[in-house]
């Protein structure tokens, strides 16, 4: 499984970005799961939202509920991640990725199995 990420850039607070994460077919698979992740300099990677494959259903951390969203297309093998209201608190590296098991209780880095490289997202 391939996961490549897109979208990041340099936005003022306040701004809106949409980040896209694209992947391989996933045809072994009908129950998977997809989450957004970011890491800022000299901090942990933390969850920011995931969604299930087969149902649709979302997961939001609390520190984004309410300013982002995620969806899919599946189509498309496209995962989106609209972030609005930005603030300096969601500077940092966004990575996405894929639990084949589907979707965890919580949204841990440990619980996702494949992993993009990462897309910058600076705001000031």
């Known amino acids: 499984v391939q996961l490549v990420e897109s979208g990041g850039g340099s936005v003022q607070a306040g701004g809106s970005l949409r980040l896209s994460c694209t992947t391989s077919?996933?045809?072994?698979?009908?129950?998977?799961?997809m989450g957004w992740f970011r890491q800022a300099p000299g901090k942990e990677r933390e969850g920011v939202a995931m969604?299930?494959?087969?149902?649709?259903?979302?997961y939001y951390d609390d520190s984004v509920k309410g300013r982002f969203a995620i969806s899919r297309d599946n189509s498309k093998n496209i995962m989106y991640l609209q972030m609005s209201d930005l603030t300096v608190e969601d500077t940092g590296m966004y990575f996405c990725?894929?639990?084949?098991?589907?979707?965890?209780?919580?949204?841990?880095?440990?619980?996702?199995?494949?992993w993009g490289r990462g897309t910058q997202v600076t705001v000031s």
């Open positions: 077919a996933l045809t072994y698979s009908s129950t998977y799961c």
């Open positions: 990725a894929l639990d084949p098991g589907g979707c965890p209780t919580w949204l841990r880095v440990k619980d996702f199995d494949y």
């Open positions: 969604i299930d494959s087969r149902i649709n259903s979302t």
